[in-house]
């Protein structure tokens, strides 16, 4: 079935130092969704790709779409302390795009 | 608040013991997803429903876990004869059929199997 995977498992750094999580997928994607959870909580949708190659931004996160819709990458400028908590990409394996397979995420602390 | 709730949101219980959880989804949004996560992993599908439909169940998933939506509204998820390795963080989540693809997630009811 379809694996997605991430590296890295965890990442610290220094509060206004750039993060980057990049998601592997074993089957080319229709989409792939990027979600973040923080400690203690439940995951929160951050952003849809669609297109090959489509790079979206918000603020200081720049998500990015592989050209072969197999892989993608969010970066972070800038960390602060807010960034805390758990990345995950997340991977359509229907059709429909509606059941999703999750990688494990990456685990961002960021040290004040 | 108008978001995913789910109750409980922790049971303990012993092993060999059913437990059936609640999810109350969003009230405009008509599918429905139950997740499974553990300790430092991602949200592990498990079934999907649109309205009252299960349209698809995870094939990994034991027989003894099955799930309702009687009335394409509130879900509920049962697990008879709970083991050990039941133990985890069951997440729902609900969307709309159209347009937005954005899954909105519930807190989750933490079970712990002793």
């Known amino acids: 079935g379809q694996q997605v995977m991430q590296i890295p498992q965890y990442q610290h750094v220094q509060e206004g130092e750039d993060f980057t999580t990049y998601c592997n997928s074993s089957t080319t994607l229709s989409n792939i969704q990027w979600y973040k959870q923080r400690p203690g909580g439940h995951p929160v949708f951050l952003i849809q790709l669609v297109k090959s190659g489509e790079v979206k931004k918000q603020k200081r996160l720049t998500f990015q779409f592989g050209e072969a819709k197999k892989n993608s990458s969010l970066h972070i400028t800038a960390t602060q302390t807010t960034d805390v908590g758990t990345y995950f990409c997340?991977?359509?394996?229907?059709?429909?795009?509606?059941?999703?397979?999750f990688g494990g995420g990456t685990r961002l602390m960021v040290k004040p | 608040d108008t978001g995913v709730s789910q109750d409980p949101r922790h049971k303990i219980t012993k092993r060999g013991q059913n437990v059936t959880f609640r999810c109350d989804p969003i009230s405009e949004h008509n599918r429905l997803y139950w997740y499974r996560q553990t300790l430092g992993q991602g949200p592990e599908f498990l079934t999907y429903f649109q309205n009252e439909a299960q349209l698809e169940k995870s094939r990994l998933l034991s027989d003894r876990f099955s799930a309702e939506r009687p009335k394409g509204s509130f879900s509920t998820l049962e697990i008879q004869r709970t083991e050990q390795g039941d133990s985890a963080m069951y997440l729902c989540a609900s969307s709309l059929v159209t347009g937005n693809p954005e899954q909105y997630f519930g807190p989750g009811t933490r079970l712990t199997v002793t």
């Open positions: 997340a991977g359509p394996w229907d059709n429909a795009g509606n059941m999703l397979t």
